[in-house]
Each structure stands twice: as C-alpha cells, then as structure tokens.
C-alpha cells in the first residue's frame, strides 16, 4: 500500500503546477483524499480534500478560488490544481487517505504520500 505524491517544482508567482496522487496497492476511489501542507517551522495543514462518498471538496480559505481537487479513478489518482500562485504558498505537499471521510486532522489519516516540494519564487 502506498501514495505517491508529485509534481512540485519552482514556479513564479503568479503560475501554475498540477499535483498528482497516485496510489498502489489499494483504491484510491474508496477513500476521501486528502492534501496537507507543511513550511518550514510550521505546523502541517489542511489544504483540500475530496470525499470518498459524492465526491464533494473543501478548501482551505487560504487556497480557496485558487486550487481545484479532482479524481481520475480509472487512473487511480487525485490531482491539486494549484493556479495565481503565492510565495505563502511556498511547503511540501503531503497526500492522504481516509477510510471514512475528509477530515482537518493529520492524524485521522491513514496513508501518507512522502510529500513534494512547491516552491513559489521570482
């Protein structure tokens, strides 16, 4: 069973990366997913997530407007769209899997991505 998270990189302000989420070894459908967040010296955070029963997302305020989650379950991964791009922006990127619902707290999930780097930066 694993998450593999991907496609960090540097990025002006202002542009765009897609995110990917895919999983081996299990289902990635039957799972809420979700994305945290962590910058150096702080504390990790909820970014977005997409239940596993009607699809529905949430966002953080910070992201709102801005980032887009989705699912490809014939690819069995989830993507974070992240457009208009801010230095505040700037952590690594962890995916997540909940058996049972999208939740704010790290430690009701119960698989981790190893996390990728986005760097917003002139």
């Known amino acids: 069973v694993q998450l593999q998270a991907s496609g960090g990189g540097l990025v002006q302000p202002g542009g765009s990366l897609r995110l990917s989420c895919a999983a081996s070894?299990?289902?990635?459908?039957?799972?809420?997913i979700g994305w945290f967040r962590q910058a150096p010296g702080k504390e990790r955070e909820g970014v977005s997530c997409?239940?596993?029963?009607?699809?529905?997302?949430n966002y953080a305020d910070s992201v709102k407007g801005r980032f887009t989650i989705s699912r490809d379950n014939a690819e069995n991964t989830v993507y974070l769209q992240m457009n208009s791009l801010k230095p505040e922006d700037t952590a690594v990127y962890y995916c997540?899997?909940?058996?049972?619902?999208?939740?704010?707290?790290?430690?009701?999930?119960?698989?981790w991505g190893q996390g990728t780097l986005v760097t917003v930066s002139s």
């Open positions: 997540a899997a909940d058996a049972f619902l999208c939740s704010s707290y790290p430690s009701e999930y119960d698989y």
């Open positions: 070894g299990f289902t990635l459908a039957y799972y809420a």
């Open positions: 997409i239940s596993n029963s009607d699809g529905s997302t």
